[in-house]
């Protein structure tokens, strides 16, 4: 036996090397990059059909706050494919769950790009989880629209030209809260609960922009894998807080809200867009969310109030194309998010391109359904300029025409525009 | 268990110990280039095998290769010494955050380019090396289900240590690094991912060949010896306590090869990517591929990467309700797991490298031998616990 190994090993060798050789030569063209053709249909796009995809969180710690915003875009879509669609297309919409899991990110981006050849990523959620992914699909160019976060990152025009975000960013949104407690709460003591990443961040550095830097009397941080914000509570029930900012999702905003009643803390809460949509957070606090929501404050671009009119009509898409499903504040962002998009399709032209919708939104042209004017241009990046204010009065969240925009220099001023109308039942054309 | 193990503990030291002599006194004569030849073929053939497949099955073969990287040392670990690790994915991120976090300093540096990557590299080698060093001396002290519970805090605490630390190591968003293109010379050739994928086997062909060059030595002779019957090692001189604190480290330091080189292919690192359940999957893949075989791991680091997707890929093909199909995408591979694992052992105890065809050098003389030495292999912690 000792004898054949000698033979034989360098013969299977041989041939291994022949054949490893033969493979390398014969299959070089399979993964090679191509040129790109100009006239060759872009990726996703065909004479009929649009196909972008995703990542959301469906399943983990921001699921129950979030999972029905890519529903009710869907909802949406199925809407506008059903009215004829943007230029005789229409949308296919491919949903994947990341978990909210920044690994996982980068996985299903992957394959929606490479396996699934989307034209484009829309709406992808978290602030954590596309920073995974936002070199990646600048890399290889892929439209990166319309993130949904307020994180700052994405207004990058030079550093990453395909990439543009969905809500207020949330330096302006901590600037709004700051401001209106400033006016409100004169003299009491502010704090804040922020989640730690850029979200956390962002937020904080608003609020010291307005209230004046050092002049919160806590700064507690909060991680999303660790359910558990006694520690954090305790100390602001400790250090005095008497108007708690939140820069939370929505499971930790009413985590947070829920600990302070158990441990018997009254204060007053504001809480960012990102994890302020009352219904969704009545859901987790069950049978005391009026109690504990009553005074809530948080901010909204989004025309989400009742007997608006594309409140109106997101209802109507909502119990038609959505199930009925419970209509929230995600419900009317799901939906923006995908108006916003069938717009800048629109504008794209017959054929759309990549780099086409990415000069269409650039153009400036572009009005979405907010109740602050976009700020998307050529060295903007950034979605809606300002916030209004909400409260919750007798369980009911509402606007109460106190509306902020960025002044561009670390602070808000007020804004007394005209909320964009409903145009075409909600169908854009170009 | 207890029923499947008796026979081997009274019969299989003797056995095993013979047989483990006879075995490494052959590997020992056997000339260390053809273990090279060997690794280069694979190499060569794998690198080759990246021309055949799609930049996304490249993404995934890269993916493959890091958690090889791992899977590689776990198996050599449990195989060789029988020392349970569970935490293996905290070994993986050490690896992981030494990358990044090198890599980032030296991107301040100015450096980029093969001295960012080589050093970035040593970085995490020398991260993972030394947890897995401080590990290993714990370890060293501990047997079953102590070790295992050590190396189990390790990879549960590891969110939180990322929060606690998180002015370094960026809390649950990760560290992000510069992202590394494909060199100038190859960029009209290969995309992306493939290049990824090579950088990526290239790794893993380095690491993995230094295990094997390390079980088929002196080192694996030892390490054997120890499994089988400490005491006995003892009293020919074999240091055991040396020869697992040897076998943690080196195991750690590929686990943190692998870490790295995730860290190179999604330029970011994050607690979330090795979570428990991940570290469990990599006990997962090596029982089923086989414990102690390296090609077994191989075959279960295939497995863990690819089974969710074609399970995804699946309930994605079936008609399914938004909320079906959502509450399956979580939960079906865990189950597909965990039935795989029992029909796995209950079938085939040597795991799918059992399962292959003997290598027709092995011959019919050898079979009676392997009987139980595979079967103590599968089974080295009860002998370990108990004495």
Excluded at chain 1, 162 to 179: C, H
Excluded at chain 2, 65 to 79: R, S
Aim: charged fraction near 15%; proline fraction near 5%; glycine fraction near 12%.
């Amino acid at each position: 036996m000792s004898h054949a190994r000698p033979r034989s090993a360098p013969r299977r060798t041989v041939a291994a090397v022949a054949a490893a050789s033969a493979l390398l030569v014969a299959m070089s063209a399979c993964s090679t990059p191509s040129g790109g053709d100009p006239a060759e249909a872009a990726p996703g796009v065909t004479d009929d059909t649009v196909t972008i995809g995703t990542h959301q969180p469906l399943t983990g710690p921001a699921a129950a706050g979030y999972s029905s915003i890519s529903a009710a875009t869907t909802a949406y879509f199925a809407y506008l494919n059903e009215n004829g669609g943007v230029n005789g297309r229409t949308i296919e919409y491919l949903v994947k769950d990341d978990g909210y899991n920044p690994a996982n990110t980068q996985t299903v981006v992957r394959e929606l790009v490479q396996d699934d050849e989307v034209f484009a990523i829309l709406n992808g959620l978290g602030t954590p989880t596309h920073t995974s992914v936002l070199d990646y699909l600048n890399q290889n160019e892929v439209p990166d629209l319309f993130v949904a976060s307020g994180s700052t990152n994405w207004n990058q025009p030079e550093k990453y030209p395909w990439t543009f975000g969905f809500n207020a960013d949330y330096v302006t949104e901590a600037e709004a809260l700051a401001q209106y407690a400033d006016d409100e709460f004169a003299g009491k003591s502010v704090c804040v609960l922020g989640q730690d990443d850029d979200f956390g961040d962002e937020f904080i550095e608003g609020l010291e922009n307005v209230l004046g830097e050092g002049s919160l009397a806590s700064v507690q941080r909060y991680s999303v894998s660790n359910q558990d914000v006694v520690a954090q509570i305790g100390a602001m029930q400790a250090a005095g807080c008497e108007v708690n900012m939140l820069a939370t999702v929505n499971g930790f905003t009413a985590l947070a809200i829920g600990t302070a009643a158990k441990l018997g803390y009254q204060a007053q809460w504001m809480s960012s867009s990102s994890g302020g949509d009352a219904v969704t957070l009545a859901g987790f606090l069950g049978d005391a969310a009026p109690l504990l929501l009553e005074g809530f404050v948080t901010t909204n671009y989004l025309p989400y109030a009742p007997g608006n009119e594309w409140d109106d009509l997101f209802r109507q898409i909502n119990d038609e194309y959505n199930d009925g499903a419970p209509f929230d504040g995600n419900t009317v962002f799901g939906m923006s998010v995908g108006y916003l998009f069938a717009e800048a399709l629109a504008k794209a032209g017959d054929t759309p391109t990549r780099q086409g919708i990415v000069d269409a939104i650039q153009s400036g042209d572009l009005v979405g359904n907010g109740l602050v004017p976009l700020a998307f241009g050529a060295d903007s990046h950034a979605a809606y300029k300002g916030v209004s204010i909400t409260t919750v009065a007798d369980g009911v969240q509402d606007f109460i025409g106190v509306t902020y925009v960025s002044d561009g220099s670390g602070g808000v001023e007020p804004y007394d525009g005209e909320a964009v109308p409903l145009e075409n039942d909600g169908v854009p054309t170009s | 268990m207890s029923a499947g193990t008796q026979a081997p503990l009274s019969a299989g030291p003797l056995t095993t110990s013979i047989r483990a002599g006879e075995r490494g006194g052959a590997r020992s004569r056997r000339p260390t280039p053809r273990l090279l030849v060997t690794a280069l073929v694979l190499t060569v053939v794998a690198i080759g095998a990246t021309f055949l497949l799609d930049p996304y099955r490249n993404y995934q073969f890269a993916l493959i290769a890091a958690t090889f990287c791992a899977t590689a040392g776990l198996t050599l670990l449990i195989g060789l010494t029988g020392q349970l690790s569970l935490g293996h994915a905290a070994l993986m991120a050490a690896g992981g955050y030494g990358y990044a976090l090198t890599a980032n300093a030296l991107t301040e540096a100015g450096i980029d380019g093969v001295p960012r990557f080589v050093l970035s590299l040593a970085g995490a080698v020398a991260a993972s090396g030394l947890l897995g060093l401080l590990l290993g001396l714990a370890a060293a002290r501990l047997k079953g289900p102590y070790l295992s519970g050590v190396t189990l805090v390790l990879v549960i605490a590891l969110p939180a240590f990322t929060a606690v630390f998180s002015g370094v190591l960026r809390g649950d968003q990760g560290v992000q690094i510069a992202y590394d293109g494909v060199p100038e010379l190859l960029r009209t050739i290969i995309a992306v991912e493939q290049w990824q994928a090579w950088v990526a086997i290239l790794v893993a062909a380095v690491f993995v060949t230094w295990l094997a060059a390390l079980r088929n030595g002196s080192a694996g002779l030892r390490m054997r010896a120890v499994r089988d019957d400490e005491t006995a090692a003892r009293l020919q001189g074999v240091r055991a306590g040396r020869v697992k604190v040897l076998a943690f480290t080196a195991s750690s330091i590929t686990a943190g090869a692998g870490g790295a080189v995730l860290c190179f292919v999604t330029q970011s690192v994050s607690p979330g990517a090795y979570t428990l359940a991940f570290s469990l999957l990599l006990v997962v893949a090596v029982v089923i591929g086989g414990l102690g075989s390296l090609l077994g791991a191989f075959l279960g680091s295939i497995v863990i990467v690819m089974l969710p997707w074609l399970i995804q890929t699946a309930t994605g093909a079936l008609d399914l309700s938004a909320d079906a199909a959502q509450r399956l995408t979580g939960n079906l591979p865990v189950l597909v797991f965990g039935v795989l694992l029992i029909v796995v052992t209950a079938a085939w105890p040597g795991g799918i490298r059992g399962a292959l065809p003997k290598r027709p050098r092995r011959g019919a003389t050898s079979a009676p031998t392997e009987e139980p030495s595979t079967t103590s292999a599968a089974a080295p912690i009860p002998t370990t616990t108990e004495r």
